[in-house]
């Protein structure tokens, strides 16, 4: 076996016994990347020379006998959106194309206190905004299943820089599905934790009541691994939660024995096509036999999580992308007086949909509208959120498809805003109730494309969410997945 084809945890236990190094691992990894980017292209910067120069402290350190951390030498990918200190943060967009963040989010802080090695930046949709990363401004990125297809968005290089073992573990962020929508497009796991769980200082804000970052791994041990060093109470994140992080020991245990699990009725009804509902509901057969009990349970006011989600969304992008204004950041394009120079500015700088956003964003915000879109949002948020309070009380998991379609081919849904929104109506509901939801693969549909099948838990329910999702992951006799590149 090929040490890139080894799990985060295996590649651990091989560090712990000095069986490999992490010059070799970073080498294994290096070489891959420039074995199949060519045809995936994943990563906007593949961080070659600083994640050498990490590996060589690193052995250094591990000689001497230190204590290196619990990811010490496993490479990590970081979506382009979550500031790294030096190292080119673009957001896949023109105003920051030239953009080199002066400090490092809190989340890369402490994967590097951990030993972690960022092997690079990935691809998405400009400023986190899309659902296939063809919003890229730079190029799109390809579906490691498909090569025709879209690896789903907008984290979809972070899923498909996983998905074909260009990296072990990656980081995504998570506004409207942005983790799960990708991971299950890839076939591999894709964690949203509650929001203000995991810290938001140095995410490029896009709507800030929804953002969250979270783990994209081939498994679910990798993934508690990562989220455990990434699940921390954070000073510098006023809405970061002052909770303890789970203890790694408890979320290791696989326990879905006595689950009270609801399927939401509602994401397996209209537009969820059949491949993908009969996928996910043969799939739940391993939650019964390992002792769950499934009922049908209804949530009536998800109908209009979409429509909700697309006035609250592009409001709070429309005020956060104000800053890009040619003075303060990243790009500038001189023109005759301050006025038509952020202008210019905007117009070169920021491409079709996110204009788009803004432009909604600003409408929906005005005097005279406000109180008919922006505030009817609002309320309409507190009902999504009372039907999930509500079905939590009978209910431990809620389970649904992550998309309602499976991965889409490369230019198909392109045209066609309100399309390519649809493919986020299982996803959305999730953030604006705040919840914690992970995408795990149900299997493959009859074309050979993964489905994945999301997983739902009360906020701050993170152990028992992944304890579950462990337990099914071992029930089921296929996963992980892995294309065949
Ligand atoms: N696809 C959704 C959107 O375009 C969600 C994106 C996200 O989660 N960042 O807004």
Redesign the pocket.
Known sequence: MKIFELTAREIREKIRKKEISPREIISSYLERIEAIEPKIRAYITVASETAIEMAESLEERLMKGEDVGILAGIPIAIKDNICTKNMRTTCASRILENFFPPYDATVVNLLKKAGAIIIGKTNM?EF????STENSAFFPTRNPYDLERVPG??SGGSAAAVAAREAPLALG???????R?PASFCGIVGFKPTYGRVSRYGLVA?ASSL?QIGPLTTNVEDCILLFYVIGRYDPLDSTSAPLPTPSLEEMLIPEAKDLRIGLVEELFGEGIEKEVREGVLNAVRYFEEMGASLEWVSLPHLSYALPC?YII?PSEASSNLARYDGVKYGLRVDAEGVIPMYMETRDKGFGPEVKRRIMLGTYALSAGYYDAYYLKALKVRSLIKRDFDRAFEKFDILISPTSPIPPFKIGEKIDDPLK??M??IC??PI?LAALPALSIPAGLDPQGLPIGLQMIAKPFEETTLLRAALAYEKAHPFLPLKPSL
């Open positions: 949709d986190a905004m899309g659902s968005g907008s962020s998570d506004t409207g599905g942005s983790i929508q896009f953002d989600y969304a390519m929104y493919a986020d996803t959305i953030n």
